[in-house]
Nanobody, 112 residues
Framework: QVQLVESGGGLVQPGGSLRLSCAAS????????VRWYRQAPGKERELVVG????????NYQDSVKGRFTVSRDNAKNMVYLQMNSLKPEDTAVYYC?????WGQGTQVTVSS
């Protein structure tokens, strides 16, 4: 049974940082392309970043380039999203996605 569990969200002031985690079970993240999506209230879910199975290819949404960094820890079967210089428009529920599997999401709120 495949399960993805996100964590690390919260309330942060503009300019702050958060690190999201995605813990995977039932599959091996090192063999998978992993994507982070987000969905803001009243908006469609959008791709934030993807990282290839080999970890050599990443694809960031333009609005997060230079601020967000995706990484993986294959030994722990985890994927991370380091988010720096957060802006109010980054407020959303963030989801981890591998193949057809989704986590439950973690809320990120950027507000003063």
């Amino acid at each position: 049974q495949v399960q993805l569990v996100e964590s690390g969200g919260g309330l942060v002031q503009p300019g702050g940082s958060l690190r999201l985690s995605c813990a995977a079970s039932g599959l091996t993240v090192s063999w998978s392309t992993v994507r982070w999506y987000r969905q803001a209230p009243g908006k469609e879910r959008e791709l934030v970043v993807g990282i290839s199975s080999a970890g050599v290819s990443t694809n960031y949404q333009d609005s997060v380039k230079g601020r967000f960094t995706v990484s993986r820890d294959n030994a722990k079967n985890m994927v991370y999203l380091q988010m720096n210089s957060l802006k109010p428009e980054d407020t959303a529920v963030y989801y981890c996605n591998i193949f057809a599997y989704w986590g439950q999401g973690t809320q990120v709120t950027v507000s003063s």
